[in-house]
């Protein structure tokens, strides 16, 4: 894993799941000098702070990242930026395109530049399986900030700053879950809706997603889409591992959603190699001499989706998951 050690690291939207346990992860685990919150809601910088015994080594910057000046300010003298900050929610997205282009684009075109400017090291942005092959507004606008990450290296390594992506699937247990969702229905004896019964999705536990981020620091060498290897689960399995027998309503699928979800779509399949437990994807065009990383090439043509996949839940092994979430 790389050494955070004495290193200065900020994460965007980092009172949101991820960022909270890669916080947790990092002050438990390193000996990190110093963690940045920096995101736009007060109440959930308070209740992290609380949450985290009001630990010296944190700080909280209250921003967004549409401010370019106020990213420059947060930024000094950082080391490392884990770039989680996002408008996630598809319906919404759907409705308000425009402040998601804000946020989401030209937002981290705003980290990039004041990234560039501070002189911070290594930048790894978040992406998402929606990203992927998108069909909805928030997978285009996380698509085209994954190619600005990428294309950033292009002209900033020789300035001492790079930049990749890591992109998964669900985060179990999350605030964006179903699982909670779920759980909750089962509890009270209700139906549980589920939009197609064919439904599958890539999933991932919050520990995992945060050793992956951690060592993909140690890996990167600037415009590298690194996605993990995970197992993929039938909604329908889902459903069947919890406590009571629930009836199962199909309410049809929704604007915006696929049936199955997608991390590397065919086309990107040709850049592609794997590597232990990444697929590791190159960038389509890379002037700073992009070093290909070892690996066994990515079967050309074919995408990595959660309905095609090779490993896969088993309805015990997700109970004992729902089991450890209590």
Same mark, same amino acid.
């Given at each position: 894993?790389?050494?955070?050690?004495?290193?200065?690291?900020?994460? #965007?939207?980092?009172?949101?799941?991820?960022?909270?346990?890669?916080?947790?992860?990092?002050?438990?685990?390193?000996?990190?000098?110093?963690?940045?919150?920096?995101?736009?809601?007060?109440?959930?910088?308070?209740?992290?702070?609380? +949450?985290?015994? %009001?630990?010296?080594?944190?700080?909280?910057?209250?921003?967004?990242?549409?401010?370019?000046? @106020?990213?420059?300010?947060?930024?000094?003298?950082?080391?490392?930026?884990?770039?989680?900050?996002?408008?996630?929610?598809?319906?919404?997205?759907?409705?308000?395109?425009? +402040? !998601?282009?804000?946020?989401?684009?030209? &937002? #981290?075109?705003?980290? /990039?530049?004041?990234?560039? @400017?501070?002189?911070?090291?290594?930048?790894?942005?978040?992406?998402?399986?929606?990203? #992927?092959?998108?069909? %909805?507004?928030?997978?285009?606008?996380?698509? *085209?900030?994954?190619?600005?990450?990428?294309?950033?290296?292009?002209?900033?390594?020789? @300035?001492?700053?790079?930049?990749?992506?890591?992109?998964? &699937?669900?985060?179990? =247990?999350?605030?964006?879950?179903?699982?909670?969702? !779920?759980? +909750?229905?089962?509890?009270?004896?209700?139906?549980?809706?589920?939009?197609?019964?064919?439904?599958?999705?890539?999933?991932?536990?919050?520990?995992?997603?945060?050793?992956? /981020?951690?060592? #993909?620091?140690?890996?990167?060498?600037?415009?590298?889409?690194?996605?993990?290897?995970?197992?993929?689960?039938?909604?329908?399995?889902?459903?069947?591992?919890?406590?009571?027998?629930?009836?199962?309503?199909? *309410?049809?699928?929704?604007? &915006?959603?696929?049936?199955?979800?997608?991390?590397?779509?065919?086309?990107?399949?040709?850049?592609?190699?794997?590597? =232990?437990?990444?697929?590791?994807?190159?960038?389509?065009?890379?002037?700073?001499?992009?070093?290909?990383?070892?690996?066994?090439?990515?079967?050309?043509?074919?995408?990595? @989706?959660?309905?095609?996949?090779?490993?896969?839940?088993?309805?015990?092994?997700?109970?004992?998951?729902?089991?450890?979430?209590?």
């Amino acid at each position: 894993m790389y050494s955070f050690d004495d290193k200065s690291i900020l994460i #965007s939207g980092g009172t949101g799941s991820l960022g909270k346990s890669l916080t947790r992860f990092l002050l438990d685990h390193t000996k990190v000098r110093r963690i940045a919150i920096y995101s736009r809601d007060e109440l959930k910088q308070y209740s992290m702070k609380m +949450e985290f015994g %009001n630990d010296p080594r944190l700080r909280f910057f209250i921003g967004d990242i549409r401010d370019l000046d @106020r990213l420059v300010l947060a930024l000094y003298k950082v080391d490392l930026v884990v770039h989680a900050a996002a408008l996630k929610q598809v319906d919404t997205g759907e409705y308000n395109p425009m +402040e !998601f282009v804000k946020t989401n684009v030209l &937002g #981290s075109q705003n980290l /990039i530049d004041a990234a560039v @400017r501070t002189g911070v090291k290594k930048v790894i942005a978040l992406s998402t399986d929606k990203a #992927s092959s998108p069909i %909805n507004l928030y997978g285009a606008t996380k698509l *085209t900030a994954d190619k600005l990450f990428t294309a950033a290296n292009n002209y900033t390594f020789n @300035r001492g700053t790079i930049f990749s992506v890591v992109r998964y &699937g669900n985060v179990i =247990g999350s605030r964006g879950s179903v699982i909670p969702y !779920f759980k +909750e229905l089962d509890r009270l004896g209700q139906s549980i809706p589920i939009t197609d019964l064919k439904m599958t999705r890539f999933w991932i536990s919050i520990d995992d997603a945060v050793r992956f /981020i951690c060592d #993909s620091f140690a890996l990167m060498k600037g415009g590298e889409l690194f996605v993990p290897k995970i197992p993929s689960m039938k909604i329908v399995d889902l459903v069947n591992s919890l406590n009571n027998s629930n009836k199962i309503i199909e *309410t049809g699928i929704r604007p &915006g959603e696929k049936l199955h979800e997608e991390m590397v779509s065919a086309e990107d399949s040709r850049r592609a190699v794997i590597n =232990g437990d990444r697929i590791t994807v190159m960038p389509v065009f890379a002037e700073w001499g992009f070093e290909k990383p070892s690996g066994i090439p990515m079967e050309e043509g074919k995408a990595y @989706r959660s309905d095609t996949n090779d490993s896969w839940l088993t309805i015990s092994q997700i109970k004992k998951i729902l089991a450890d979430l209590d």
